[in-house]
């Protein structure tokens, strides 16, 4: 089992900074990626930005040049998130990705439990 734990939300005014933090623990053989999803009530959740060895680093457009993605290890990952607008008020999840069988060419995903960002304007 794997567990994904996420820290850092919080409520800020439009125009300023936050940073979410994740690990992932348990029984991880390798990790295939790792990314942050938001979702806000009555919408699907949407992936926000997404690492890992096969495909480096991806954004949403809505996020582009304001948020930025690192890892310090394989099993962390970090969301930098500045010039935040109000529209980027949603509830975080952070998401692991580890192999299904032997490879990352298929996976299994695990979600943390989510930290709300509020943005005020």
């Known amino acids: 089992q794997v567990q994904v734990t996420e820290s850092g939300g919080g409520s800020v005014q439009a125009g300023g900074s936050l940073k979410l933090s994740c690990v992932a623990s348990?029984?991880?053989?390798?990790?295939?990626?790792m990314g942050w999803y938001r979702q806000v009530p009555g919408k699907d959740r949407e992936l926000v930005s997404f690492?890992?060895?096969?495909?480096?680093t991806k954004y949403a457009d809505s996020v582009k040049g304001r948020f930025t993605i690192s890892q310090d290890n394989a099993n962390s990952v970090y969301l930098q998130m500045n010039s935040l607008k109000t529209e980027d008020t949603a509830v975080y999840y952070c998401?692991?990705?580890?192999?299904?069988?032997?490879?990352?060419?298929?996976?299994?995903?695990?979600w943390g439990q989510g930290t709300q960002v509020t943005v005020s304007s």
């Open positions: 348990g029984h991880i053989t390798k990790n295939c990626g």
């Open positions: 690492i890992s060895n096969y495909i480096g």
């Open positions: 998401q692991a990705e580890v192999p299904g069988s032997i490879s990352c060419g298929t996976v299994v995903t695990y």
